[in-house]
């Protein structure tokens, strides 16, 4: 079981470099400033979509499944408090890089989640594994952008992305190890994330993924969401 963990966790992270070597060539290629803005945009809102499908079709249903509905709510509603000070501080201290904390506050519990699942449910396992990599190669394609116009030079930025790729297997065993006898914590775990990626969404990636004049950016939230449902179904 293990070694399935570690290749799955493997994969789910290595879309975050592959996101950054993407943005790398697409920084280097695109010229025109119009045409670089809405993909970014586009990729920004495909993201969101997959991240609303993450915690529609497993986060929340898995993680209420073992829990009541009082202490689920009350685990949801203490990721949106705790995601909402950490956002909090972050601004407070000037970051701009919202994008890229986004995603790692997201990737390390859907991350330890990942490892624990295996255990319960395989299928979720699976299903949860392809939710990160499809949510991570946009969110890393955004981030190294990001990166790059908060003065990070270019070989830092692919640096830290590629380091991110390799927490996930990192974290996907601590979950193995510290919570497969623990299926309360799990789950908890689940709801937990589950708020605080919600809490994100809405307050720093929605409203950055806004462009005046093109409606059609926000049809990236249906197709991300739509690889929700088809990886449900098929799962």
Same mark, same amino acid.
């Given at each position: ?33 119009? /045409?670089? #803005? ?6 920004? &809102? $495909?993201?969101?979509? %997959?991240? @609303?499908?993450?915690? =529609? !079709? ?71 594994? /392809?939710? #990160? ?6 969110? &890393? $394609?955004?981030?190294? %952008?990001? @990166?790059?116009?908060? =003065? !990070? ?83």
């Amino acid at each position: 079981m293990p070694y399935e963990i570690i290749i799955f966790a493997f994969l789910a992270g290595s879309t975050v470099f592959i996101g950054g070597i993407l943005s790398y060539f697409f920084e280097k290629t695109v010229l025109n400033r119009k /045409i670089k #803005i809405e993909i970014v945009h586009f990729a920004t &809102a $495909f993201a969101t979509g %997959i991240m @609303l499908a993450a915690v =529609a !079709f497993v986060l929340v249903p898995k993680g209420m499944h073992s829990l009541s509905i009082g202490f689920s709510i009350l685990i949801f509603l203490l990721g949106a408090i705790v995601f909402y000070f950490l956002d909090d501080y972050i601004h407070k201290n000037k970051t701009s890089i919202p994008q890229f904390l986004s995603m790692l506050l997201d990737f390390i519990p859907e991350s330890i989640a990942l490892g624990a699942v295996f255990i319960y449910d395989y299928n979720t396992g699976i299903l949860l594994a /392809i939710f #990160i990599a499809c949510q991570n190669l946009p969110e &890393a $394609f955004t981030s190294y %952008i990001e @990166l790059r116009s908060s =003065a !990070f030079s270019k070989s830092k930025a692919l640096t830290m992305l590629f380091v991110l790729s390799f927490t996930g297997v990192v974290f996907s065993l601590i979950g193995f190890y510290l919570l497969k006898d623990n299926p309360e914590l799990t789950s908890s775990l689940m709801l937990f994330a589950a708020g605080g990626i919600l809490y994100l969404i809405f307050e720093d990636i929605a409203p950055s993924m806004k462009l005046k004049n093109s409606r059609f950016i926000a049809f990236g939230v249906n197709l991300g969401f739509l690889v929700g449902m088809l990886g449900e179904a098929l799962l």
